[in-house]
Protein backbone atom coordinates (compact mmCIF):
# COMPACT_ATOMS: atom_id res chain seq x y z
CA UNK A 1 0.00 0.00 0.00
CA UNK A 2 1.13 3.53 -0.95
CA UNK A 3 2.22 5.90 2.45
CA UNK A 4 0.38 9.10 2.52
CA UNK A 5 2.03 12.27 1.73
CA UNK A 6 0.55 15.30 3.40
CA UNK A 7 0.94 18.73 2.13
CA UNK A 8 1.48 21.98 5.13
CA UNK A 9 1.17 24.77 2.63
CA UNK A 10 0.27 25.25 -1.24
CA UNK A 11 1.93 23.18 -3.46
CA UNK A 12 2.23 23.12 -7.20
CA UNK A 13 -0.25 20.99 -9.05
CA UNK A 14 2.91 19.33 -11.00
CA UNK A 15 4.87 18.61 -7.01
CA UNK A 16 1.43 16.83 -6.39
CA UNK A 17 2.05 14.70 -9.82
CA UNK A 18 5.24 13.43 -9.22
CA UNK A 19 4.56 12.93 -5.68
CA UNK A 20 1.30 10.82 -6.54
CA UNK A 21 3.64 8.48 -8.41
CA UNK A 22 5.01 7.21 -5.30
CA UNK A 23 1.88 8.19 -2.35
CA UNK A 24 -1.21 8.77 -1.43
CA UNK A 25 -1.08 12.63 -1.54
CA UNK A 26 -3.39 15.47 0.70
CA UNK A 27 -3.50 18.91 -0.20
CA UNK A 28 -5.83 20.92 1.98
CA UNK A 29 -7.55 23.15 -0.49
CA UNK A 30 -9.46 25.74 1.09
CA UNK A 31 -12.46 25.09 -1.58
CA UNK A 32 -13.10 22.91 0.87
CA UNK A 33 -13.35 25.14 3.60
CA UNK A 34 -10.90 25.40 6.72
CA UNK A 35 -7.31 24.52 5.93
CA UNK A 36 -6.13 23.57 9.16
CA UNK A 37 -8.72 21.53 10.08
CA UNK A 38 -8.08 19.52 6.76
CA UNK A 39 -4.63 19.45 7.86
CA UNK A 40 -5.51 18.23 11.28
CA UNK A 41 -7.58 15.54 10.23
CA UNK A 42 -4.79 14.22 7.62
CA UNK A 43 -2.54 14.27 10.03
CA UNK A 44 -2.75 10.95 11.96
CA UNK A 45 -2.23 9.03 8.52
CA UNK A 46 0.77 11.16 6.87
CA UNK A 47 3.99 9.12 6.64
CA UNK A 48 5.14 12.37 5.08
CA UNK A 49 4.86 15.95 5.50
CA UNK A 50 5.82 18.50 2.61
CA UNK A 51 5.60 22.57 2.50
CA UNK A 52 7.35 25.20 3.64
CA UNK A 53 6.34 28.26 6.29
CA UNK A 54 4.73 26.65 8.91
CA UNK A 55 5.99 26.19 12.31
CA UNK A 56 5.67 22.41 13.63
CA UNK A 57 6.41 21.35 16.61
CA UNK A 58 4.96 19.29 19.61
CA UNK A 59 1.63 21.26 19.62
CA UNK A 60 1.18 20.67 16.06
CA UNK A 61 2.58 16.88 15.73
CA UNK A 62 1.37 15.21 18.43
CA UNK A 63 -1.34 13.54 16.71
CA UNK A 64 0.85 12.44 13.67
CA UNK A 65 1.24 8.89 14.78
CA UNK A 66 2.43 7.55 11.69
CA UNK A 67 4.89 10.70 10.61
CA UNK A 68 8.81 9.24 9.25
CA UNK A 69 9.88 12.65 7.63
CA UNK A 70 8.75 16.34 7.29
CA UNK A 71 10.41 17.74 3.81
CA UNK A 72 10.63 21.43 4.29
CA UNK A 73 10.93 23.56 0.74
CA UNK A 74 13.55 25.95 2.27
CA UNK A 75 16.69 26.32 3.68
CA UNK A 76 16.02 27.41 6.44
CA UNK A 77 14.70 25.07 9.19
CA UNK A 78 13.91 27.50 12.26
CA UNK A 79 10.14 26.63 12.32
CA UNK A 80 10.82 23.10 13.33
CA UNK A 81 11.25 22.02 16.93
CA UNK A 82 14.63 19.85 16.16
CA UNK A 83 14.77 18.58 19.63
CA UNK A 84 11.34 17.14 19.40
CA UNK A 85 11.76 16.25 15.85
CA UNK A 86 15.05 14.27 17.54
CA UNK A 87 12.76 12.82 20.59
CA UNK A 88 10.25 11.06 17.97
CA UNK A 89 12.75 9.91 15.41
CA UNK A 90 10.91 12.43 12.46
CA UNK A 91 13.58 12.93 9.84
CA UNK A 92 13.80 16.52 8.85
CA UNK A 93 15.24 17.88 5.10
CA UNK A 94 15.86 20.87 3.60
CA UNK A 95 17.08 22.45 0.44
CA UNK A 96 19.93 23.90 0.24
CA UNK A 97 22.48 24.61 -2.58
CA UNK A 98 19.38 25.22 -4.95
CA UNK A 99 18.43 28.88 -4.24
CA UNK A 100 22.03 29.93 -3.17
CA UNK A 101 22.34 31.76 -6.33
CA UNK A 102 19.11 33.97 -6.22
CA UNK A 103 18.81 34.74 -2.95
CA UNK A 104 22.72 36.32 -2.98
CA UNK A 105 21.10 38.41 -6.37
CA UNK A 106 18.45 39.18 -4.14
CA UNK A 107 20.79 40.23 -1.40
CA UNK A 108 22.35 42.30 -3.89
CA UNK A 109 19.45 44.22 -5.63
CA UNK A 110 18.48 45.43 -2.11
CA UNK A 111 22.16 46.54 -1.44
CA UNK A 112 21.46 48.33 -4.80
CA UNK A 113 17.98 49.44 -4.70
CA UNK A 114 18.87 50.59 -0.68
CA UNK A 115 21.75 52.79 -2.15
CA UNK A 116 20.13 54.10 -5.58
CA UNK A 117 16.64 54.29 -3.73
CA UNK A 118 15.15 52.34 -6.32
CA UNK A 119 11.85 51.85 -4.82
CA UNK A 120 11.33 55.14 -3.93
CA UNK A 121 12.51 57.05 -6.52
CA UNK A 122 10.07 54.56 -8.63
CA UNK A 123 7.11 55.97 -6.68
CA UNK A 124 8.15 59.95 -7.11
CA UNK A 125 8.49 59.39 -10.96
CA UNK A 126 5.37 57.53 -11.39
CA UNK A 127 3.56 60.62 -8.80
CA UNK A 128 4.59 62.47 -11.58
CA UNK A 129 7.62 64.82 -9.64
CA UNK A 130 9.77 64.81 -12.10
CA UNK A 131 9.57 67.31 -13.32
CA UNK A 132 13.67 69.05 -13.97
CA UNK A 133 16.76 67.48 -13.50
CA UNK A 134 17.10 65.94 -10.67
CA UNK A 135 19.43 67.31 -7.85
CA UNK A 136 21.03 66.29 -4.54
CA UNK A 137 17.72 65.15 -2.80
CA UNK A 138 17.19 62.75 -5.02
CA UNK A 139 21.10 61.39 -4.91
CA UNK A 140 21.45 57.89 -3.69
CA UNK A 141 25.19 56.71 -2.89
CA UNK A 142 28.21 54.82 -5.02
CA UNK A 143 27.96 51.01 -4.71
CA UNK A 144 31.76 50.17 -6.75
CA UNK A 145 34.36 50.66 -4.36
CA UNK A 146 32.44 50.19 -0.69
CA UNK A 147 33.16 48.15 2.16
CA UNK A 148 30.41 45.28 1.92
CA UNK A 149 30.41 43.37 5.42
CA UNK A 150 28.45 40.11 5.85
CA UNK A 151 27.56 38.93 8.76
CA UNK A 152 27.75 34.81 7.82
CA UNK A 153 29.87 34.09 5.28
CA UNK A 154 28.48 30.82 4.49
CA UNK A 155 26.93 29.37 0.83
CA UNK A 156 25.21 32.66 0.25
CA UNK A 157 27.24 34.52 2.54
CA UNK A 158 30.02 34.23 0.18
CA UNK A 159 27.31 34.45 -3.23
CA UNK A 160 27.28 38.09 -2.13
CA UNK A 161 30.77 38.56 -1.01
CA UNK A 162 31.65 37.17 -4.86
CA UNK A 163 28.99 39.78 -6.37
CA UNK A 164 30.35 43.17 -4.34
CA UNK A 165 34.53 41.78 -4.66
CA UNK A 166 34.46 40.71 -8.46
CA UNK A 167 31.43 42.68 -9.92
CA UNK A 168 31.86 45.64 -7.93
CA UNK A 169 35.31 46.01 -6.97
CA UNK A 170 34.05 46.15 -3.05
CA UNK A 171 36.06 45.41 -0.02
CA UNK A 172 34.72 42.43 1.89
CA UNK A 173 34.63 42.17 5.69
CA UNK A 174 33.25 39.46 7.27
CA UNK A 175 32.37 37.69 10.84
CA UNK A 176 31.06 34.20 12.18
CA UNK A 177 31.98 31.55 14.07
CA UNK A 178 34.99 30.41 12.09
CA UNK A 179 37.55 31.98 9.63
CA UNK A 180 36.89 31.06 5.62
CA UNK A 181 40.56 30.94 4.38
CA UNK A 182 39.52 29.41 0.93
CA UNK A 183 37.18 33.00 0.73
CA UNK A 184 39.77 35.30 2.47
CA UNK A 185 42.64 33.90 -0.62
CA UNK A 186 39.91 33.84 -3.39
CA UNK A 187 38.07 37.45 -2.83
CA UNK A 188 40.79 38.81 -0.30
CA UNK A 189 38.24 38.92 2.41
CA UNK A 190 39.04 40.12 6.02
CA UNK A 191 37.96 38.85 8.96
CA UNK A 192 36.72 41.31 11.87
CA UNK A 193 34.87 40.85 15.22
CA UNK A 194 31.11 41.97 15.01
CA UNK A 195 31.61 45.43 16.43
CA UNK A 196 34.63 46.28 14.13
CA UNK A 197 32.54 44.76 10.78
CA UNK A 198 29.61 47.06 11.97
CA UNK A 199 31.60 49.98 12.73
CA UNK A 200 33.67 49.61 9.25
CA UNK A 201 30.90 48.51 7.03
CA UNK A 202 29.39 50.45 4.10
CA UNK A 203 26.65 47.62 3.56
CA UNK A 204 25.88 45.54 6.44
CA UNK A 205 24.68 42.23 5.29
CA UNK A 206 23.08 39.33 7.19
CA UNK A 207 23.10 35.81 6.02
CA UNK A 208 22.93 33.90 9.49
CA UNK A 209 20.69 31.31 10.22
CA UNK A 210 18.19 31.98 12.73
CA UNK A 211 19.57 30.44 16.22
CA UNK A 212 19.30 31.00 20.06
CA UNK A 213 22.58 32.80 19.33
CA UNK A 214 21.61 35.23 16.16
CA UNK A 215 17.97 36.12 17.84
CA UNK A 216 17.97 40.09 18.12
CA UNK A 217 21.71 40.23 16.69
CA UNK A 218 21.15 43.53 15.89
CA UNK A 219 19.90 46.01 18.32
CA UNK A 220 19.81 49.35 19.12
CA UNK A 221 23.47 49.35 20.49
CA UNK A 222 24.88 47.85 17.34
CA UNK A 223 22.85 50.00 15.05
CA UNK A 224 24.38 52.63 17.14
CA UNK A 225 28.28 51.24 16.35
CA UNK A 226 26.98 51.74 12.04
CA UNK A 227 28.06 54.70 10.45
CA UNK A 228 25.18 56.98 10.05
CA UNK A 229 25.92 56.73 6.08
CA UNK A 230 25.93 52.70 6.47
CA UNK A 231 22.91 50.35 5.29
CA UNK A 232 21.82 47.11 7.12
CA UNK A 233 20.48 44.62 4.47
CA UNK A 234 18.50 41.38 6.50
CA UNK A 235 17.81 38.54 4.21
CA UNK A 236 18.32 36.15 6.76
CA UNK A 237 15.58 35.93 9.13
CA UNK A 238 13.30 38.80 11.00
CA UNK A 239 14.26 37.93 14.51
CA UNK A 240 17.79 38.16 13.91
CA UNK A 241 16.58 42.06 14.13
CA UNK A 242 15.32 43.90 16.85
CA UNK A 243 12.41 45.63 14.63
CA UNK A 244 11.49 48.09 17.11
CA UNK A 245 15.10 49.27 17.32
CA UNK A 246 15.62 49.60 13.95
CA UNK A 247 12.44 51.53 12.79
CA UNK A 248 14.09 53.98 15.56
CA UNK A 249 17.46 53.77 14.17
CA UNK A 250 15.87 54.27 11.10
CA UNK A 251 13.55 57.46 11.96
CA UNK A 252 16.72 58.88 13.82
CA UNK A 253 19.16 58.73 10.78
CA UNK A 254 21.56 56.54 12.91
CA UNK A 255 21.66 54.61 9.84
CA UNK A 256 21.24 55.54 6.50
CA UNK A 257 18.90 53.40 5.18
CA UNK A 258 17.58 49.20 5.37
CA UNK A 259 16.81 46.92 2.27
CA UNK A 260 14.68 44.20 4.36
CA UNK A 261 13.81 40.72 3.17
CA UNK A 262 12.31 39.59 6.14
CA UNK A 263 10.34 40.17 9.37
CA UNK A 264 9.85 39.83 13.21
CA UNK A 265 6.18 38.77 11.81
CA UNK A 266 5.64 37.53 8.19
CA UNK A 267 3.54 38.60 6.36
CA UNK A 268 4.39 42.02 7.17
CA UNK A 269 1.37 44.35 7.90
CA UNK A 270 0.58 47.72 9.43
CA UNK A 271 4.41 48.10 9.86
CA UNK A 272 6.19 51.36 11.01
CA UNK A 273 8.62 50.57 8.28
CA UNK A 274 5.96 51.34 5.52
CA UNK A 275 5.76 54.90 6.49
CA UNK A 276 9.96 55.16 6.20
CA UNK A 277 11.05 56.25 2.77
CA UNK A 278 14.68 54.65 3.83
CA UNK A 279 13.29 50.86 4.42
CA UNK A 280 12.99 49.27 1.50
CA UNK A 281 10.46 46.62 1.93
CA UNK A 282 10.16 43.36 0.42
CA UNK A 283 7.79 39.90 0.97
CA UNK A 284 10.18 37.43 1.45
CA UNK A 285 11.07 36.56 -1.95
CA UNK A 286 15.33 35.42 -1.57
CA UNK A 287 14.41 32.44 -3.47
CA UNK A 288 11.66 33.56 -5.33
CA UNK A 289 12.29 33.04 -8.81
CA UNK A 290 10.39 30.28 -11.21
CA UNK A 291 13.13 28.50 -11.86
CA UNK A 292 14.46 28.74 -7.83
CA UNK A 293 11.02 27.35 -6.65
CA UNK A 294 10.82 24.59 -9.35
CA UNK A 295 14.55 23.38 -8.27
CA UNK A 296 13.66 23.42 -4.84
CA UNK A 297 10.46 21.58 -5.55
CA UNK A 298 12.02 18.94 -6.88
CA UNK A 299 14.67 18.65 -4.15
CA UNK A 300 12.08 18.75 -1.45
CA UNK A 301 10.41 15.80 -3.54
CA UNK A 302 13.70 13.71 -3.79
CA UNK A 303 14.38 13.65 -0.45
CA UNK A 304 10.87 13.37 0.52
CA UNK A 305 10.78 10.00 -1.69
CA UNK A 306 14.32 8.79 -0.36
CA UNK A 307 13.20 9.21 3.25
CA UNK A 308 10.15 6.96 2.87
CA UNK A 309 11.27 4.40 0.54
CA UNK A 310 14.31 3.73 2.56
CA UNK A 311 17.15 5.68 0.79
CA UNK A 312 18.74 7.67 3.15
CA UNK A 313 17.93 11.48 2.02
CA UNK A 314 20.17 13.70 0.57
CA UNK A 315 19.22 16.97 2.75
CA UNK A 316 18.61 15.33 5.84
CA UNK A 317 19.22 18.13 8.44
CA UNK A 318 18.99 15.58 11.87
CA UNK A 319 21.21 12.52 10.43
CA UNK A 320 21.01 10.96 14.31
CA UNK A 321 17.32 9.66 13.39
CA UNK A 322 18.84 7.77 10.04
CA UNK A 323 18.99 4.19 11.21
CA UNK A 324 18.29 3.55 7.50
C1 LIG B 1 14.56 29.62 2.85
O1 LIG B 1 14.66 28.76 1.97
O2 LIG B 1 14.94 29.43 4.00
C2 LIG B 1 13.89 30.89 2.43
O3 LIG B 1 14.14 31.92 3.30
C3 LIG B 1 12.41 30.65 2.32
O4 LIG B 1 11.89 30.42 3.60
Known sequence: ???????????????????????????????????????????????????????????????????????????????YDLDYFNERGIALTNTPDVLTESTADLGFALIMGCARRTAELDAWTKAGHWQATVGPAQFGCDVHGKKLGIVGLG??????????????????????????????????????????LLAEADFVCLVVPLSDATRKLIGARELKLMKPSAFLVNIARGPVVDEVALVEALQEGTIRGAGLDVYEKEP???????????????????????????????RAIDNLRSALLGERPQDLVNPQVWKG
Request: glycine residues 10%; charged residues 20%.
Open 155 to 196: NIGAAIARRGRLGFNMQVLYTGNSRKAALEHELGAQFRSLDE
Open 268 to 298: LADSPLFKLPNALTLPHIGSATAETREAMAN
Open 1 to 79: MKKTVLAFSRITPAMAERLQHDFHVIVPNPKLGDIAAQFNEALPEAHGLIGVGRKLGRAQLEGAGKLEVVSSVSVGYDN
